[in-house]
């Protein structure tokens, strides 16, 4: 058995995609797939804020797509919002603050339709909760797990909206970020009585360390419920990626 590290990479079937959104943009992705399977869930990613660094390989939705499809069943699509950088590639357009990115998050979704992938979830981080909570709704997912939301963008009306709406809503909150807190996040989301604010000690904003990240990848997948929690530490070598 080898141990499951920051770098363990393991198999899945990995595709570059392309999305197209409706105001003319190509955005760069990767679909990630399990290796000898069909998914049970989908995770559609939404990266931290692309002007302070944040983009499709931030390092825990660039984890969730090397581990989740294998150990969960999850099918893991990330993609560069428009204007967006990473080694995969830029994406057409300019930053557009979290508005226009609605195009963005459709593009993701008609992709998701037209492959025929199964119980979408939005899975966002940062900037990219903000994304998911001001036009999630639009579109038919299962819910929205929220990593780090900073709820600087998305007003009182767009928070509101998730009261009697059916998707899931669950905020992973560190208990050091830098922007909102627990005490700040529950208070906020009172408007939303349904949602699951879960406060995970010593985090900080980043989820740096391989103890949060773990923690992250269980929450996920206890959420869409598509494999046990805890999560396997340790993996043959057949499941290691090529």
């Given at each position: 058995?080898?141990?499951?590290?920051?770098?363990?990479?393991?198999?899945?079937?990995?595709e570059?995609?392309?999305?197209?959104?409706?105001?003319?943009?190509?955005?760069?992705?990767?679909?990630?797939?399990?290796?000898?399977?069909?998914?049970?869930?989908?995770?559609?990613?939404?990266?931290?804020?692309?002007?302070?660094?944040?983009?499709m390989?931030?390092?825990?939705?660039?984890?969730?797509?090397?581990?989740?499809?294998?150990?969960?069943?999850?099918?893991?699509?990330?993609?560069?919002?428009?204007?967006?950088?990473?080694?995969?590639?830029?994406?057409?357009?300019?930053?557009?603050?979290?508005?226009?990115?609605?195009?963005?998050?459709?593009?993701?979704?008609?992709?998701?339709?037209?492959?025929?992938?199964?119980?979408?979830?939005?899975?966002?981080?940062?900037?990219?909760t903000?994304?998911?909570?001001?036009?999630?709704?639009?579109?038919?997912?299962?819910?929205?797990?929220?990593?780090s939301?900073?709820?600087?963008?998305?007003?009182?009306?767009?928070?509101?909206?998730?009261?009697d709406?059916?998707?899931?809503?669950?905020?992973?909150?560190?208990?050091?970020?830098?922007?909102?807190?627990?005490?700040?996040?529950?208070?906020r989301?009172?408007?939303?009585?349904?949602?699951?604010?879960?406060?995970?000690?010593?985090?900080k904003?980043?989820?740096?360390?391989e103890?949060?990240?773990?923690?992250?990848?269980?929450?996920?997948?206890?959420?869409?419920?598509?494999?046990?929690?805890?999560?396997?530490t340790?993996?043959?070598?057949?499941?290691?990626?090529?």
């Amino acid at each position: 058995m080898k141990e499951i590290r920051s770098g363990t990479v393991l198999r899945a079937r990995r595709e570059n995609i392309e999305l197209h959104t409706e105001d003319g943009l190509a955005l760069v992705g990767e679909l990630a797939l399990p290796a000898d399977r069909e998914p049970r869930a989908t995770l559609v990613t939404l990266h931290p804020l692309p002007t302070a660094g944040g983009y499709m390989d931030s390092h825990v939705l660039r984890k969730a797509s090397w581990r989740l499809p294998e150990l969960a069943d999850l099918a893991v699509l990330r993609f560069n919002t428009r204007g967006t950088s990473s080694p995969r590639g830029t994406s057409d357009g300019v930053f557009g603050d979290g508005e226009a990115e609605r195009y963005d998050l459709a593009a993701a979704m008609r992709f998701v339709r037209e492959r025929g992938l199964p119980n979408p979830w939005l899975l966002g981080w940062s900037f990219g909760t903000e994304v998911a909570l001001k036009h999630g709704l639009a579109h038919p997912i299962r819910g929205a797990i929220l990593l780090s939301p900073p709820l600087r963008r998305t007003n009182d009306a767009e928070l509101a909206a998730w009261r009697d709406a059916s998707p899931e809503l669950i905020a992973l909150v560190p208990e050091h970020d830098d922007f909102l807190q627990p005490p700040e996040v529950r208070e906020r989301f009172a408007a939303v009585p349904r949602a699951r604010v879960i406060a995970v000690d010593e985090a900080k904003h980043l989820w740096v360390g391989e103890k949060h990240v773990r923690r992250v990848l269980d929450e996920i997948v206890y959420a869409v419920g598509t494999a046990e929690t805890s999560l396997p530490t340790a993996v043959s070598e057949d499941q290691l990626s090529g």
